[in-house]
């Protein structure tokens, strides 16, 4: 099949949302609540909502898997060190690693990554309706953008 007459995929644009199972969800609020600044974005009865700007993570009830091990998601934070900090305070388990890795009290494994060192960008706007337009990024993140031909 030439490329002229090979079928069309669908491209990926990025990721809406990340569902997280938890045992409570009054005790999940609380737990994610006292580690980070977020908005409720709505709630039903066995589930609850926390924007991330235009992105959201569903709280889920009645996790049925063990605690998790390699299978993560990667969270991205203005500045890391005061959840370090807080998580600390908190007596959450932090993983071994040059990073800031952390089981939550379900086991869910969250990798904690800056925004101003990764390639993953929000547009001005966004960060404005957030209020963090004062984010910025380091020369080797532009760089991997720029590479990428997505340089801002």
């Known amino acids: 099949m030439n490329k002229d007459t090979a079928p069309l995929k669908t491209r990926a644009v990025g990721i809406n949302h990340v569902?997280?199972?938890?045992?409570?969800?009054?005790?999940?609020?609380d737990f994610y609540g006292n580690l980070f600044e977020f908005k409720l974005r709505g709630r039903h009865e066995h589930m609850a909502f926390i924007?991330?700007?235009?992105?959201?993570?569903?709280?889920s009830e009645k996790r049925s898997q063990e605690p998790?091990?390699?299978?993560?998601?990667?969270?991205?934070?203005d500045d890391r060190e005061p959840l370090r900090q807080a998580l600390k305070a908190a007596g959450v388990r932090i993983l071994p690693g040059p990073g800031l890795d952390f089981l939550d009290p379900w086991g869910n494994h969250v990798q904690v990554v800056e925004y101003r060192s990764i390639q993953f960008t929000k547009a001005p706007h966004i960060l404005r309706g957030m209020g963090m337009e004062d984010l910025d990024k380091t020369k080797e993140?532009?760089?991997?953008?720029?590479?990428?031909?997505?340089a801002p």
Do not use: Y
């Open 141 to 150: 993140a532009l760089e991997e953008l720029a590479q990428k031909g997505m």
């Open 51 to 59: 924007d991330l700007g235009d992105q959201f993570i569903n709280l």
């Open 68 to 77: 998790d091990t390699a299978r993560h998601f990667g969270l991205v934070v």
């Open 19 to 29: 569902a997280l199972e938890v045992e409570d969800i009054e005790a999940a609020l």
